[in-house]
């Protein structure tokens, strides 16, 4: 059974930094492209970055790139994202999911259950 497993999540005030970590198991994790997604409150999903199993290329929102990195431990089955400068906008729930080809095709099958990041004072 494949499962997904959000932490890291809570406040912090804005400009400060979280990481986030999904940990995977069920499948064989360094061949999957993975992604994190975030949902503000009242919004749709909105795609944050990937990170592809095969050929380790990464890719970032437009609004994320130089603030986040994702990054990921094979052999622990864990994927990571570091958030820094971080701006009540980026308030959201944020998921960790597998996708079903290279991130930017866009398709993802599973999901975890999310973890929430508030940025206010």
């Not at 061949?31 to 949902?39: D, E, F, I, L, N």
């Not at 990170?51 to 380790?56: E, K, V």
């Amino acid at each position: 059974e494949v499962q997904l497993v959000e932490s890291g999540g809570g406040l912090v005030q804005p400009g400060g930094s979280l990481r986030l970590s999904c940990a995977a198991s069920g499948f064989t994790f360094s061949s999957y492209a993975m992604s994190w997604v975030r949902q503000a409150p009242g919004k749709g999903l909105e795609w944050v970055s990937g990170f592809n199993g095969g050929d380790s290329t990464t890719g970032y929102a437009a609004s994320m790139r130089g603030r986040f990195t994702i990054s990921r431990d094979n052999a622990k089955s864990t994927l990571h994202l570091q958030m820094n400068s971080l701006q009540p906008e980026d308030t959201a729930v944020y998921y960790c999911a597998r996708a079903t080809g290279p991130w930017w095709n866009g398709g993802m099958n599973y999901w975890g259950k999310g973890t929430l990041v508030t940025v206010s004072s």
